[in-house]
C-alpha cells in the first residue's frame, strides 16, 4: 500500500510563499493522478490542486494563478508551489490519489500545517 508523507507547511505572513512536498513510500507510477487537499478548522476537506500522470493540472477557483502542482515520478514526490498566499489558505494540507480513497478506513497521511497570518 502507499503511504504518504507531507511536508514544507509553516507560518507565513499575507503574500508569502511556500513549498510543499509529498513523499511516497511506494512508486506512484500506476496512480493516474495525484491531488492536493486542504481541510480547514470546521470545515470539510477539498480538492485543491490535482495532477495527471502525463502532467494535466487543475486548479480551484480559489487558488488558481497561485498555486502551481508538479509531480516526479522518478523520486515518488509530488509537489504544490503557493504563492500570494491569503489568510484563508489557512489549512492541514495533504495529498492523495484522485479520486482519493473513501470510506472510514480510507488511507490519509497526517498532513502538514500552513498558518497564513501577520
Known amino acids: 500500500q502507499v503511504q504518504f508523507v507531507e511536508s514544507g507547511g509553516g507560518l507565513v505572513q499575507p503574500g508569502g510563499s511556500l513549498r510543499l512536498s509529498c513523499a511516497t513510500s511506494?512508486?506512484?507510477?500506476?496512480?493516474?493522478?495525484m491531488g492536493w487537499y486542504r481541510q480547514a478548522p470546521g470545515k470539510q476537506r477539498e480538492l485543491v490542486a490535482s495532477i495527471t500522470g502525463g502532467g494535466s493540472t487543475s486548479y480551484a477557483d480559489s487558488v488558481k494563478g497561485r498555486f502551481a502542482i508538479s509531480r516526479d515520478n522518478a523520486k515518488n514526490t509530488v509537489y504544490l508551489q503557493m504563492n500570494s498566499l491569503k489568510p484563508e489558505d489557512t489549512a492541514v494540507y495533504y495529498c492523495?490519489?484522485?479520486?482519493?480513497?473513501?470510506?472510514?478506513?480510507?488511507?490519509w497521511g497526517q498532513g502538514t500545517q500552513v498558518t497564513v497570518s501577520s
Open positions: 492523495n490519489a484522485k479520486p482519493p480513497p473513501a470510506g472510514p478506513t480510507a488511507y
Open positions: 511506494g512508486s506512484i507510477f500506476g496512480i493516474y493522478a
